[in-house]
């Protein structure tokens, strides 16, 4: 897909101008496209359609291209996988057939986040199925883990020689159905996200943050959000990637970072709101390990499936006010 650079807004300002007369004199730093995804549910009225279609990878056909361009594409996974004989589901408990992963093969999406509110969505055995099915397709998860440990110690991809580090984490991981706490599901607790960050500095050149976060439907990040992604840009993240509200908020340049506080739903079937059939792709475009450009690319949900809607996001991000507003969010 060819990308129009009227729609790019560079981030920074202070790039040294080459000399016209010896370029050949600068090495050229390798370019990385990364694009970031929302909430991905393939289970309800999601996996029922593709059922009724025989097509599992239904709702990524039209989107699969544009992921398909780019060096690395994630999203979140918000709905478990199941090996149960029967796929059983309520309003609020999501469980997608094992067949539902072949949309995000197609799409070449590379790294999910697991850590959501619906990660136990399908019991203890659910969190193990679905890191255990993302592996066997070569689709790396972040957030939860078989361990603790694990859920902290996130996933590393190289592209183009640069080392990629991402991190999942979840404000909420019981979907108001448990009164425990898995560990192995990370939750947004700054410490623990500043350590991890840390660590992962010692493993890549580059982190990235996922953030399952904000209150659903407003259009505006909550204090949690931004308190925390401005964490993590603090602590040496170069991008957080958000989601959970299943609407559209603003994203911001925050030192040398870039937040997506939340890219709203991909791929999802609620239809009772206008604004949560309308997403965003997230872009970031890294010389080396040092981001150059990013923009948003609006995408439409019709039955389901997102697809193109028009040019991104050509003017400077709206800054994002995060101040005095209510932290928890309804489902």
């Known amino acids: 897909m060819m990308i129009s650079r009227r729609w790019v807004l560079p981030l920074l300002a202070g790039i040294p101008l080459r000399r016209a007369s010896a370029p050949e004199d600068v090495p050229q730093e390798p370019r990385t496209r990364i694009l970031f995804g929302g909430d991905v549910m393939l289970a309800r009225y999601v996996g029922q359609l593709a059922r009724n279609k025989h097509d599992p990878a239904l709702p990524f056909r039209q989107i699969a291209p544009v992921f398909q361009a780019a060096d690395l594409a994630f999203a979140n996974l918000e709905s478990p996988f199941s090996d149960g004989q029967s796929i059983w589901e309520s309003r609020m408990v999501f469980r997608a057939g094992p067949e539902m992963i ?24 659910g969190i193990e199925f679905t890191l255990e099915w993302l592996q066997k397709h070569g689709i790396e998860a972040v957030g939860t883990g078989a361990t603790a440990e694990a859920a902290h110690a996130g996933a590393v991809m190289e592209r183009n020689g640069v080392r990629f580090g991402f991190l999942g984490y979840t404000y909420d991981q019981t979907n108001g159905n448990y009164r425990d706490t898995d560990d192995r599901i990370a939750g947004m607790d700054l410490g623990q996200m500043r350590d991890d960050v840390a660590a992962m500095r010692g493993r890549a050149d580059v982190t990235i943050v996922s953030m399952h976060a904000g209150s659903e439907y407003s259009p505006k990040p909550n204090r949690q ?20 509200p299943h609407v559209v908020q603003p994203w911001e340049r925050y030192r040398e970072g870039v937040i997506f506080y939340s890219l709203g739903n991909l791929v999802f079937d609620q239809v009772q709101r206008a604004e949560t059939q309308r997403g965003e792709l997230g872009e970031a475009v890294f010389a080396g390990s040092r981001i150059e450009e990013a923009r948003v690319i609006p995408v439409k949900i019709a039955a389901t499936a997102p697809r193109l809607i028009g040019s991104g996001d050509s003017a400077a991000p709206p800054a994002a006010d995060a101040g005095n507003q209510n932290e928890a969010g309804a489902k």
Not at 112 to 118: D, E, K, L, M, P
């Open 102 to 125: 072949a949309g995000l093969e197609m799409a070449k999406i590379a790294v999910v986040s697991t850590a959501n509110n619906h990660a136990r969505d399908c019991g203890s055995r």
């Open 225 to 244: 959000q931004s308190e925390f992604a401005r964490a993590a840009i603090d602590a040496g993240a170069s991008v957080v990637a958000g989601h959970h």
